[in-house]
């Protein structure tokens, strides 16, 4: 009878695969949750919103493991009880492992980066863990930063969030703008070997590292990171804008 199959408690818990099938679900799911792993710390940071690795990675293989059997028939209620018992053991071999192993922590899990250091970035840093210029720019003028120069340090969090402490007011220095150019316009920018023709403090566009210089000398490469553009440095968001509309 129809009715009795839809009832039938052979099919709901076990389905039509014998009883070693089980087996092999484990082994899937290890496997799969093994690739799931290195595929989300490939993303980087800033791909998986305000959770770490090891988190994301539990929430895709619970979700994945409870949804089909949920509204899929062919899908028996065994299999998942199995592969969501098999991720919970997963993951406290996991926990318990990178507890005893250093190397083993640091294969699974995400370390803070500093993206800024005393006023400078770091480019390199930035490009690895796919931070934008722009983007760095943005978090900095919501924590009520306008100048690069402000920043004692910048570190891009575990779960993506970027963190930022400031310099002291004793320590105070000039630095690059952090105006955003798509809506006040691109800042006056002075090429490598072109004269200083008002003396005072500049900072490289790229990376943000200042330096000061006296009228009549020749813009250097940046010796941070070989740019030869520099802009001249600001101590705050006005004399920022009164620098962009003198330009204009």
């Given amino acids: 009878m129809k009715g009795e199959y839809v009832f039938d408690l052979h099919r ?63 899908v028996p209620l065994l299999h998942a009880l199995v592969a969501v018992t098999g991720i919970v053991f997963l993951t ?3 926990a318990h492992l990178t507890q005893r192993s250093k190397h083993a922590e640091e294969l699974v899990s995400a370390d803070a980066v500093r993206l800024v250091r005393d ?20 978090t900095l003028r919501s924590a009520g930063v306008d100048q690069l120069g402000d920043v004692e340090r910048a570190y891009l969090e575990p779960s993506g969030k970027i963190s930022v402490f400031r310099q002291p007011p004793t320590r105070a220095r000039a630095g690059l703008p952090l105006l955003p150019e798509s809506v006040e316009g691109p ?15 500049y900072t490289c566009w790229e990376c943000g590292y200042a330096a000061s ?36």
């Avoid at 006023?119 to 943005?138: H, K, N, S, T, Y």
Wanted: glycine share 10%.
């Fill in 12 to 74: 709901i818990l076990l389905g039509e695969m014998s009883w070693f099938f089980l087996a092999e679900i484990v082994l899937r799911t290890a496997i799969v949750y093994s690739y799931a792993l290195f595929v989300v710390r490939a993303i980087g940071k800033r791909g998986m919103g305000q959770l770490a690795p090891f988190d994301f990675v539990i929430i895709i293989a619970l979700g994945s493991a409870v949804g089909d059997p949920m509204f899929y028939p062919n």
């Fill in 92 to 94: 406290r071999g996991v």
């Fill in 119 to 138: 006023g400078i970035m770091d480019l390199r840093v930035m490009r690895r863990e796919g931070i934008a210029r722009q983007e760095l720019f943005e």
């Fill in 187 to 201: 800042l006056r920018t002075y090429k490598e070997r072109e004269t200083v023709l008002i003396g005072g403090c």
């Fill in 213 to 248: 210089f006296a009228p009549g000398a020749t813009f250097p490469s940046c010796p941070c990171c070989q740019c030869g553009k520099w802009v001249q440095a600001v101590t705050g968001a006005h004399e920022a804008l009164t620098n962009v509309a003198s330009s204009e």
